[in-house]
């Protein structure tokens, strides 16, 4: 199983300040016909099921504000808030879908300080 | 609108099993897998398997192997996940989640795009 680990587990970050999430996977995630890097970043606001924000770890899935915004390849991806709103307090997950299990991070919580 | 609408909250007795389930509005039922993912209290998110609605093949993680069934009913736009021998630590929020598919690729795409509410299961003696 393709293991994620993310950090840190938990950031508390001043409105209008940028946060970083790092993900980590334990096996690459670039499928190398297709130059695809098959990870995904959700957001989960309490009481609800998780959200798509991201998804070939750079692309923005339809309807998310361009102050999400992922990078990486391989091994290592970051999600980066840009500038944080109070609606972006939420945790937030990477997962692969390279392989089955589709395994998740284990999350990152997001505060404002 | 695409939409999953999940059975509601359960209670279980140890030993006993659940079937949960999941309604698909909005999009063609049989073009999409459909995963399961659960979420125990105040943790995070945990892969259980998934459905090809369209020939009814499944792949479960090694963990629920023997323990979960997964089917679905064409005629409904429906799929069950079905998991026995249930004990405390099986208490969790259920969803099931429709996993993105390419039409000019016609391959599906991993991702998770649209969830289901979430279905909460409460195993206690």
């Known amino acids: 199983d393709i293991v994620m680990t993310q950090s840190p587990d938990s950031l508390a970050v001043s409105l209008g300040e940028r946060a970083t999430i790092n993900c980590k996977s334990s096996?690459?995630?670039?499928?190398?016909?297709?130059?695809?890097?098959?990870l995904g970043w959700y957001q989960q606001k309490p009481g609800q099921p998780p959200k798509l924000l991201i998804y070939w770890a750079s692309t923005r899935e339809s309807g998310v504000p361009d102050r999400f915004s992922g990078s990486g390849s391989g091994t290592d991806f970051t999600l980066t808030i840009s500038s944080l709103q109070a609606a972006d307090v939420a945790v937030y997950y990477c997962?692969?879908?390279?392989?089955?299990?589709?395994?998740f991070g284990g999350g990152t919580k997001v505060e404002i300080k | 609108q695409v939409q999953l609408v999940q059975s509601g909250a359960e209670v279980r007795k140890p030993g006993a099993s659940i079937k949960i389930s999941c309604k698909a509005f909005g999009y063609t039922f049989t073009t999409y897998y459909t995963h399961w993912v659960r979420q125990a209290p105040g943790q995070g998110l945990e892969w259980m398997g998934m459905?090809?609605?369209?020939?009814?093949?499944?792949d479960f993680a090694q963990k629920f192997l023997g323990r979960v069934t997964m089917t679905r009913d064409t005629s409904t736009n429906t799929v069950y996940m079905e998991l026995s021998s249930l004990r405390s630590e099986d208490t969790a929020v259920y969803y099931c989640?429709?996993?993105?598919?390419?039409?000019?690729?016609?391959?599906?795409?991993?991702?998770?795009?649209?969830w289901g509410q979430g279905t909460l299961v409460t195993v206690s003696a």
């Open positions: 459905i090809n609605p369209s020939g009814g093949a499944t």
């Open positions: 096996h690459s995630v670039l499928y190398s016909s297709n130059n695809n890097n098959y």
């Open positions: 989640a429709r996993e993105a598919y390419n039409s000019s690729t016609e391959d599906s795409e991993g991702r998770f795009d649209y």
């Open positions: 997962q692969q879908y390279y392989s089955t299990p589709f395994t």
